[in-house]
């Protein structure tokens, strides 16, 4: 059942890869996701460290005995997020309009995580709360779109938009 | 303070004073990705190394969380790879390309043969220097070929 959840998000992903980023724009999602890689590896591995949280079914059952951090969460699911989040960036809108994207977007993350919390093995909240997802996942698509938004600035053809 | 520690300082303080000194400031996108792509790809064969049995590591950063290592994946060897990009020389002829893919080959398995030697860092359990060096080589070959289809989309990199 839990894998299966798992496949699942790795399925949705990658047809939400291969149909919302345009052709042009691989460089860009290529950019967010190795990016937001650099952040999510060590805080990942330090919630784990910590013992704040804990994933008792991973995607390879034999995951766990050498690395304990979310593999499908942190390094595809998260990315994922990051890229659409960016891609689809509104860039005429006010500050609380920003502050009400940011919040979408981390507040989908945290209401996925906390149902998978309650009902299945995937994640197990130690000392971790729902309200501490949303804040990092605030906190790191705010890095990750200041990152993006310089980095965008050296790139063919969007030098011109800004 | 026990030397596993003070030579992953030595390698974090090496490795930034080297990125820092020597990326070119009208490039430091096009070394920043190369940096990126090479740690990504770096920590997916480490995963694939440490799963099938090649290599541990004793002493770790994050002792409980992970058997793998950090530092190493996540500076260290992107550090070789940016500068095995900064003096790749892409306009000489075959011949000379494999030496420089053989000299930072070499190079990488170099520190990693004398961190395993005189430290608990890592430890080999089924590796050989070939078996390394022709890991080392994919990985670099990955990621130049990465660094080449990406320089095409930026504008600061095209000479």
């Known amino acids: 059942m839990e894998r299966w959840i798992l496949i699942g998000i790795l399925a949705i992903s990658i047809l939400a890869l291969f149909f919302l980023v345009p052709k042009n724009k691989a460089r860009e999602a290529w950019m967010i996701f190795l990016s937001l890689q650099i952040i999510t590896w060590p805080a990942g591995l330090l919630a784990v460290e910590w013992n704040m949280i804990d994933y008792p079914i991973q995607l390879f059952s034999f995951a766990n005995e050498f690395n304990r951090s979310s593999f499908t969460f942190e390094f595809f699911l998260f990315p994922l997020t990051a890229i659409m989040f960016n891609l689809y960036y509104p860039k005429k809108i006010k500050k609380t309009g920003t502050f009400f994207y940011y919040f979408l977007f981390a507040g989908f993350f945290t209401c996925l995580e906390v149902i998978i919390e309650r009902h299945t093995e995937l994640v197990n909240y130690i000392s971790w709360h729902g309200s501490y997802t949303l804040i990092t996942v605030m906190v790191t698509l705010f890095l990750n779109h200041t990152y993006y938004h310089w980095f965008k600035k050296g790139l063919k053809g969007t030098e011109t938009n800004e | ?159």
């Open chain 2, 1 to 159: 303070m026990n030397k596993e520690l003070v030579i992953l300082i030595f390698s974090w303080i090496t490795c930034l004073f080297l990125l820092i000194k020597f990326i070119p400031k009208e490039k430091k996108r096009y070394f920043q990705i190369i940096f990126l792509f090479a740690h990504a790809t770096a920590w997916i064969f480490q995963y694939i190394q440490v799963n099938i049995g090649l290599v541990s590591f004793p002493y770790r950063e994050f002792e409980e969380a992970t058997k793998m290592s950090f530092s190493i994946y996540y500076v260290v060897l992107p550090t070789f790879a940016v500068f095995f990009m900064l003096f790749y020389p892409e306009k000489q002829n075959w011949m000379r390309k494999w030496i420089h893919y053989l000299i930072f080959c070499n190079g990488m398995h170099l520190y990693m043969f004398l961190v395993e030697r005189h430290t608990e860092l890592v430890h080999d359990i089924n590796w050989h220097w070939w078996f390394a060096v022709t890991i080392d080589l994919c990985i670099l070959y990955l990621v130049k070929t990465f660094a080449f289809w990406f320089r095409k989309g930026l504008s600061e990199s095209s000479d």
